[in-house]
């Protein structure tokens, strides 16, 4: 069975770099007129990447609202939301140019991570007695699928239209120290009801690790319009996974309640960061992932996850999945040196991300929900982000 499986994979990735090819990807899939309400020029997303097509592809619903992708790991580079009395913002963090993701510092700015989002200890883990090496790029520990991770690699536009894109690539036996030839399938659909829908699959020949998330650091004042600290946000989960001094989990599941971790009623994301907690000085603010809750869930038996509202502009963001956690991230790490898409420079703390996940290191603590998939299985994740706006 294994063997068959192995096959089949070689023979459509055969076929996957034939198409390519054959028939590039601004050749196959040409986006209509009313997909090119953007921003940010397709023209500067147009190259073409050790023979792979690169391009920019718009998704846009029936209230003006506009996701702008590129090929080039899964990027969302523009996303336009209204506020409270219908005026549009970029809401989304990242560049103008494809050469600024390709040549610039690594930023993981709207991307796809994989296959494993966040940290695993050491860079190693092992299954079925075999122990697995992979790169130290987070300072001893491994980081966001490594130093070329799926978000520094071109993907395969399968399937584009008006609402929808679909993504797909095979993830070589071994690439970035990880076993199996994994076939990806991605799939981003922009509804009428302001959604925004993210689906993965994946199917392997080994047993392997996956852990698929999405990683749009977010503003909803409008990108590089300052700090997130008065957005009022809510996480769904009673406990989160306290952390080590290299941001490693320590397989404690440890209650929110009393700590500034505890965001199960809303409140401003500032309004515990200068609390003496030892947490907030090892992630120096927010970097944790939180236990999902399993109540309440949405129509399509999604999960509640998180819910953030910009007070000034009333736009608001909800969070939807089937995963058991989420990494609340605040912005931390941005220093101001970085320049955003309307010449506006990056501050401290001026995003967050909600990055729907298993959780960190999960490979080295048995205890955690297991990311281990074996042939024959399918690996399915689904995050939905829901935008709309109050008035009060």
């Not at 070329?148 to 894109?165: A, H, L, M, P, T």
């Not at 992630?283 to 996850?305: Q, R």
């Not at 995963?323 to 991230?329: K, M, N, T």
């Not at 995003?351 to 048995?366: A, G, I, Y």
Request: charged share 25%.
């Amino acid at each position: 069975m294994r063997a068959i499986l192995a096959t089949v994979i070689l023979v459509l990735s055969m076929v996957s770099c034939k198409n390519k090819k054959d028939k590039p990807a601004d050749m196959a899939i040409k986006p209509s007129a009313k997909t090119m309400k953007t921003t940010v020029s397709p023209e500067n997303f147009k190259d073409i990447i050790n023979g792979d097509s690169v391009n920019l592809y718009v998704l846009s619903n029936k209230n003006g609202i506009t996701a702008a992708f590129t090929n080039y790991g899964q990027r969302l580079v523009a996303l336009h939301t209204p506020d409270k009395n219908g005026a549009f913002e970029d809401i989304v963090l990242g560049h103008n140019t494809l050469k600024e993701y390709v040549d610039g510092p690594k930023s993981y700015f709207g991307s796809v991570i994989g296959r494993y989002g966040n940290r695993i200890k050491k860079g190693q883990f092992s299954i079925d007695d075999e122990t697995y090496t992979l790169a130290k790029n987070n300072n001893e520990n491994h980081l966001h699928g490594g130093d070329k991770g799926f978000e520094s690699v071109v993907w395969d536009v399968k399937q584009y239209n008006d609402s929808r894109i679909v993504f797909s690539r095979l993830s070589p036996d071994m690439e970035e120290g990880y076993p199996g030839n994994l076939m990806v399938k991605v799939s981003y659909e922009l509804t009428d009801d302001n959604e925004l829908k993210i689906s993965y699959k994946a199917e392997t020949d080994k047993p392997t690790v996956v852990n698929l998330t999405h990683h749009s650091f977010f503003n909803l004042k409008g990108e590089g319009e300052g700090d997130i600290n008065d957005h009022i946000l809510t996480i769904n989960a009673n406990h989160y996974t306290p952390v080590d001094a290299g941001l490693i989990p320590t397989g404690e599941i440890a209650k929110v309640a009393g700590t500034p971790f505890d965001f199960t009623t809303p409140k401003a994301i500032g309004t515990d960061l200068s609390v003496d907690f030892e947490q907030l000085k090892i992630g120096n603010g927010y970097d944790h992932n939180f236990v999902l809750n399993d109540t309440p869930k949405n129509d399509d038996g999604l999960v509640f996850c998180a819910k953030v509202v910009e007070p000034e502009s009333g736009r608001t963001l909800e969070v939807y999945t089937d995963e058991p956690g989420v990494q609340f991230y605040g912005g931390n790490f941005l220093t101001g040196k970085t320049m955003g898409k309307r010449g506006k420079p990056y501050a401290f703390r001026g995003s967050f991300c909600l990055e729907t996940q298993h959780f960190p290191d999960s490979p080295n603590k048995p205890q955690f929900p297991t990311t281990v998939i074996r042939p024959g299985e399918t690996y399915t994740s689904t995050c939905v982000y829901k935008f709309g706006t109050v008035t009060n």
